[in-house]
């Protein structure tokens, strides 16, 4: 097969190859020949073809577009008027800049998810007989969540996007972090006492790409 690839160049050391939504990415260090790239691809071409035929779920968020959040519905509109939420749509103010018009998007959902979050949080937190410190939304991508030794509990607003059982187990994953700050066996034996079947879960987990085109 002829793999079609994007190469970037920056100051590290080895050549590496990612999946990227469905799209090849070497990283090579300065000044690699195309030749030796050429060769990197070719000799890892097995692992390339597995990975690009995995399947994903692909979050597009575009003008137009419906999304569900928390379990609702939304409609995503561009506007010229400020970035807001009415009723059950996603206004985003229309910047210039790309970059912008994405970041008012993130700052809205994160208002959104908020108190669906802290609820199901509370409720694990009880469920589990533990506590946390304090919990904030982040804008990380695919890093759904963490949990620091002072045990704040950090969730990506992107957890909004998934279904419930996926985000449950965002939580337990964080909260159980509380007791082992590791991911020792001692660790996923406790968290299977409440998510039996996160195997899967974390299988299911790493199909998600949120993908822009705002
Ligand atoms: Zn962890």
Excluded at 134 to 144: I, L
Aim: aromatic content about 12%; charged content about 25%.
């Amino acid at each position: 097969m002829e793999i079609i690839y994007k190469v970037l160049y920056s100051n590290r050391r080895s050549i590496s190859a990612q999946i990227k939504n469905s799209k090849v990415l070497i990283r090579c260090p300065f000044n690699t020949p195309h030749k030796v790239i050429n060769q990197f691809v070719l000799s890892n071409e097995k692992w390339i073809a597995k990975n690009l035929n995995k399947p994903t779920i692909d979050i597009v968020i575009e003008h137009n577009i419906k999304i569900e959040i928390i379990g609702q519905e939304f409609l995503v509109e561009k506007t010229d008027k400020k970035t807001e939420i009415s009723g059950n749509t996603l206004r985003v103010h229309n910047y210039s800049n790309e970059d912008k018009r994405v970041k008012s998007f993130i700052q809205l959902i994160k208002t959104l998810v908020y108190p669906y979050f802290k609820e199901r949080l509370d409720i694990y937190t009880r469920m589990m007989d533990t506590s946390y410190l304090t919990f904030k939304t982040t804008s990380a991508n695919k890093r759904w969540g963490s949990c620091t030794s002072q045990k704040i509990v950090h969730l990506s607003y992107q957890c909004g996007f998934l279904p419930h059982k996926l985000f449950d187990y965002i939580i337990v994953h964080e909260l159980a972090h509380i007791k082992y700050m590791n991911h020792s066996k001692q660790f996923w034996e406790y968290l299977s006492m409440y998510i039996p079947n996160y195997k899967d879960i974390r299988k299911e987990l790493k199909k998600y790409n949120i993908i822009y085109k705002l």
